[in-house]
């Protein structure tokens, strides 16, 4: 069993920075991708950014530019830093992390809240 915690969120005005932690544990696995998505009120859960075991990202077209995903091999952690909030970037941000094995089974954090208000 996987567990996952995230962590970093809150409220920032418009223009400003967050970054959020995935810290992945449990014992003996080895991550395969990990994940970011984010779900607001009213509307579909959607893929923001992931990356891979050997660094390789993807974006969702409007984080382009403005939002980063990283790893921390060692510590089982990765991050989402994010840079020129808007308040449509309001939701609850998860992260998903796949693990190593032949079924690539899925974990989900409980989601921490990001707010982009004035």
């Known amino acids: 069993q996987v567990q996952i915690v995230e962590s970093g969120g809150g409220l920032v005005q418009p223009g400003g920075s967050l970054r959020l932690s995935c810290a992945a544990s449990?014992?003996?696995?080895?991550?395969?991708?990990m994940g970011w998505y984010r779900q607001a009120p009213g509307k579909q859960r959607e893929l923001v950014a992931s990356?891979?075991?050997?660094?390789?990202?993807n974006y969702a077209d409007s984080m382009k530019g403005r939002f980063t995903i990283s790893r921390d091999h060692a510590k089982n952690t990765g991050y989402l830093q994010m840079n020129s909030l808007k308040p449509e970037d309001t939701a609850v941000y998860y992260c998903?992390?796949?693990?190593?094995?032949?079924?690539?089974?899925?974990?989900w954090g409980q989601g921490t809240q990001v707010t982009v208000s004035s």
């Open positions: 998903n992390v796949r693990i190593a094995t032949s079924f690539l089974p899925s974990y």
């Open positions: 449990g014992t003996s696995f080895s991550i395969y991708d």
């Open positions: 990356i891979t075991n050997d660094g390789r990202t």
